[in-house]
């Protein structure tokens, strides 16, 4: 009896460790892939640092994620997939060019990359296992946002990006 005892608050306490430590996740359905990401802590580090990035693009009339239908009417079954390019997209162009001479700002940006980089790992997984499969039409509208991006120079194109930041947070959102 004792020993049915401990187990049950050995497995109480676990479950309880567990729910604290994804306390503030949320499941995200990209097709058939699943991904628990902590969004507010994205889009916390995001807000404190969003004024002073944006302060810093020097060209407010274009954009690389509003681009007519980047990021709009992007089918069900190809969102794990343009989700996917997205997030290595962030993690390989834009986290390594975004540095200021604010430590502060620096900071909050490599908490938002070190976020980004556990949610990629686990789309990687999804996509490896082909669950993540990529259509012509997800194909084409990650070109456009990459065209978009090397238009500009590769600090002034990562700041941008940095700065649209709530763009792909809101349309990760919405699916």
């Given at each position: 009896m004792k020993g049915s005892n401990l187990f049950l608050r050995l497995f109480s306490m676990s479950c309880l460790l567990n729910l604290m430590l994804t306390a503030g996740n949320k499941i995200f359905h990209f097709g058939p892939c699943r991904v628990s990401i902590s969004m507010t802590e994205i889009r916390s580090g995001f807000t404190a640092i969003k004024d002073n990035i944006q302060a810093r693009d020097p060209i407010r009339t274009l954009s690389i994620l509003s681009y007519p239908h980047s990021l709009h009417k992007v089918k069900s079954s190809d969102r794990c997939c343009v989700t996917h390019h997205l997030f290595n997209f962030y993690m390989d162009k834009v986290f390594k060019h975004c540095k200021t001479e604010?430590?502060?700002?620096?900071r909050k940006i490599s908490s938002i990359a070190n976020s980004f980089l556990s949610v990629k790992r686990k789309l990687e997984q999804c996509?490896?296992?082909?669950?993540c499969m990529c259509g012509q039409e997800s194909t084409e509208k990650f070109k456009q946002i990459l065209v978009n991006y090397e238009g500009l120079n590769v600090t002034s194109a990562a700041i941008k990006s940095?700065?649209?930041?709530d763009i792909l947070l809101d349309w990760m959102e919405k699916s």
């Open positions: 604010d430590s502060y700002i620096n996509h490896e296992q082909n669950k940095l700065g649209e930041l």
